[in-house]
Nanobody, 115 residues
Framework: QVQLVESGGGLVQPGGSLRLSCAAS????????MGWFRQAPGKEREFVARISGSGVITWYADSVKGRFTISRDNAKNTVYLQMNSLKPEDTAVYYC????????WGQGTQVSVSS
């Protein structure tokens, strides 16, 4: 079965950086686009970034463009989200996503940006 396990979240000061990882299993990883979403308290889950199966094509939400970078290692079945210049409004639970007939989600990893 599809499993997605996120890691790498934590507490960071404004302007800092974090790198999230999502280890995937249960499907042919290299053939599927992967995405990152986030959900802040009291808000809807929102799109952050997506990467094609080959890793060649990426998409970003306007709010993170130029600060976040999505990448993947198909040999390790892992997708990453490098987050730089973090802002307090980036505080949220970050989720990894794959669509294979239906949407699959990981358990999420908390990112808190605060001084």
């Amino acid at each position: 079965q599809v499993q997605l396990v996120e890691s790498g979240g934590g507490l960071v000061q404004p302007g800092g950086s974090l790198r999230l990882s999502c280890a995937a299993s249960g499907f042919t990883f290299s053939t599927r686009g992967m995405g990152w979403f986030r959900q802040a308290p009291g808000k809807e889950r929102e799109f952050v970034a997506r990467i094609s199966g080959s890793g060649v094509i990426t998409w970003y939400a306007d709010s993170v463009k130029g600060r976040f970078t999505i990448s993947r290692d198909n040999a390790k079945n892992t997708v990453y989200l490098q987050m730089n210049s973090l802002k307090p409004e980036d505080t949220a639970v970050y989720y990894c996503n794959v669509r294979q007939g239906t949407d699959y989600w990981g358990q999420g990893t908390q990112v808190s940006v605060s001084s």
